[in-house]
């Protein structure tokens, strides 16, 4: 099923969009580190790739965002909504590409520190919808104001709680919302018998009890509220405006050493947060990490690395450590879609396995873990330098060098990176599950520890905050802020180079889960909600739903190329 799938995925990757140019063949050999050669990136053309990515420019979504305190929320039941009209979808306003670099200014409250807690801008009760959206009539509680993201099978669009209605509570603690939405009739098992619809919607409740489950860190999206109507899922989450941190990385290029701590640490935050809870995130990659905008302050003198083109490179900014830069402040871990929990907190059990509590169990459920510090390994190497870690054309290849554990800190583009950073993607990149880093050991290593976080924690304790994430502290004195964001032309980010990018975060993450799944099984959630995921036939459904439709083939419209059929990948 894996192959299969997998070899499908590639089927269509081999031909790209209209238009794209796909990656160009190896061409130069480069130093590694270790002083040996090798060619660039094998078939990933690393100048081309920086070069498409420096062109593009970013986009911020001008919206409220709000604070997340919301646990009170998680009990609430979906409210029952109306029929479907019949009413004729509309897509939102499209966006007018702008030129790279550019500005925009939003209205934020900041506070003195330059936090940025949550958009006020524009928006208020009375923003107006920028298109007629079907969905909103069976959603009567949010008002839809625009899209602002798209899933294999989703659409999510900025909302607001309507002060009126029964969500009305909402409004104070959300000002506005991203709106997950699910069209039923999107699933693929829609059209199949009763049970494969029920395992259908048995993902969706998945997700959302998970989703539910870990919400209450500050360094994950916050969960609101679920809906089901007759024709679509909708999971209400908080709204975090400065969309993906995958786009800022197509726009800089790379991260600053500080601004790649300053992500990671949140990212690992966050994977700590669901560690403990039993719950695995299984899909960490730059497009599940989000985060609220800060302002930008230029630099007085741009820092360049050697490997810069210095007409192109974007200029990250001033770091303030504790609040962020390049326009990036707080981050948080979304899509809980491919997640799942591995043992229960609270009769400390593996799900699936009720009473099993064997030694080697306990050991599996912390391998099972190390998957998530692989995703954390391979955002780290990409925030570093621009590009991923594994990435090779065919499939085959690629799951080859994943399984080795086969990547080199290439030249010139790492010389300048420091010995610190470097060891720590070692020490998560690393293939043997039981030597990796787990999550204490990363968050204690010396690289990730340097001044900007300390930083952050002594604010945090002078603050006297209970929470351990210091960039996402409730403001107590804010002011109004001007917040100058980037505008982002979407389609920039279809850039072959950024297709690369994603492709090859995806191939990976597939192939360790299905690794994982392979060495322990696929457990399932065990959150009170569903049955075991083996009784549904959940995992293989799931896995169809994530990968087999998932971006990679949604955005290629090509196919019928031959592939090669992977080997599995072992941990
Ligand atoms: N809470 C949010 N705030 C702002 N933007 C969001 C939020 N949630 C989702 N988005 C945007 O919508 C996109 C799709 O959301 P999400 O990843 O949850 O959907 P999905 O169907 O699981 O996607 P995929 O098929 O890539 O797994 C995100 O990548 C992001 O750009």
């Known amino acids: 099923m894996f192959h299969h799938q997998i070899k499908n995925l590639f089927k269509k990757k081999q031909s790209v969009g209209a238009g794209d140019t796909p990656m160009a063949p190896p061409s130069v050999n480069l130093t590694a580190a270790d002083g040996s050669v090798t060619p660039v990136m094998d078939s990933l053309d690393v100048a081309k790739a920086k070069a498409d990515c420096v062109e593009t420019a970013g986009t911020l979504n001008p919206s409220d965002l709000s604070s997340s305190d919301q646990s009170a929320l998680n009990d609430r039941s979906a409210t029952r909504v109306p029929e479907l009209q019949d009413a004729e979808m509309a897509e939102p306003t499209s966006k007018v590409p702008v030129a790279a670099g550019d500005l925009v200014s939003v209205d934020v409250d900041l506070d003195l520190d330059g936090e940025t807690d949550s958009l006020q801008g524009s928006t208020t009760d009375e923003e107006e919808p920028e298109g007629h959206f079907l969905e909103q009539a069976e959603l009567p509680d949010f008002k839809l104001i625009s899209k602002i993201g798209e899933g294999a099978f989703s659409k999510v669009y900025r909302a607001i709680p309507q002060a009126n209605s029964s969500k ?141 083109d210095p007409k192109t490179k974007e200029d990250e900014g001033v770091f303030r450590p504790g609040i962020g830069g390049g326009g990036i402040g707080a981050v948080k871990l979304a899509d809980f879609g491919l997640s799942k929990q591995i043992y229960s907190t609270n009769t400390k059990t593996p799900c699936g396995t009720v009473g099993y509590t064997a030694p080697e169990v306990v050991k599996d459920e912390r391998y099972s873990m190390q998957v998530d510090m692989w995703g954390i390994g391979c955002v780290l190497y990409t925030l570093l330098c621009g590009f991923p870690p594994f990435y090779d054309e065919k499939i085959d290849v690629l799951t080859e060098k994943i399984s080795r554990g086969e990547f080199t800190f290439l030249r010139p583009w790492w010389d300048e990176i420091s010995d610190g950073a470097k060891n720590a993607v070692c020490k998560l990149l690393e293939v043997d599950p039981a030597k990796r880093y787990n999550i204490d050991e990363f968050l204690d290593d010396e690289w990730l520890n340097q001044y900007d976080c300390l930083r952050g924690q002594r604010i945090k304790k002078h603050r006297n905050e209970s929470t351990e994430n210091v960039y996402t502290l409730n403001s107590k004195k804010k002011r109004h802020h001007r917040v100058q964001g980037f505008k982002r032309d979407s389609s920039l980010l279809y850039s072959p180079a950024a297709v690369a990018l994603r492709d090859a975060f995806e191939v990976t993450n597939a192939l360790r889960r ?23 036939g959940l995992e293989n459904d799931m896995f169809q739903l994530r990968l087999n439709s998932s971006t990679i083939i949604k955005r290629r419209k090509n196919k019928d190329d031959p592939v090669d059929v992977p080997t599995t990948v072992t941990e």
Request: no cysteine; proline share 4%.
């Open 168 to 308: 009305g509570f909402l409004h104070k603690t959300f000002r506005q919302v991203a709106v997950k939405v699910i069209n039923k009739e999107d699933l693929p098992s829609s059209n199949r018998d009763s049970k494969s619809k029920a395992a259908s919607k048995d993902q969706v409740l998945k997700e959302v009890a998970i989703h539910r489950t870990i919400s209450a860190s500050e360094n994950v999206v916050s969960f609101v509220d679920f809906h089901e109507s007759r024709h679509f899922y909708f999971i209400i989450q908080e709204l975090l405006a400065g969309g993906e941190v995958f786009g800022e990385i197509v726009r800089l290029t790379y991260f600053s050493e500080d601004l790649t701590r300053h992500v990671i640490r949140q990212l690992a935050l966050a994977v700590k947060h669901m560690h403990a809870l039993g719950i695995v995130h299984r899909d960490i990659k730059p497009e599940n990490l989000l985060f609220e905008p800060i302002d930008y302050i230029p630099s007085q003198v741009p820092v360049l690395r050697k490997s810069d």
């Open 514 to 536: 299905d690794a994982d799944d392979k060495m322990h099984g696929p457990h399932g959630v065990n959150l009170g909600l569903l049955q075991e995921d083996e009784e549904l």
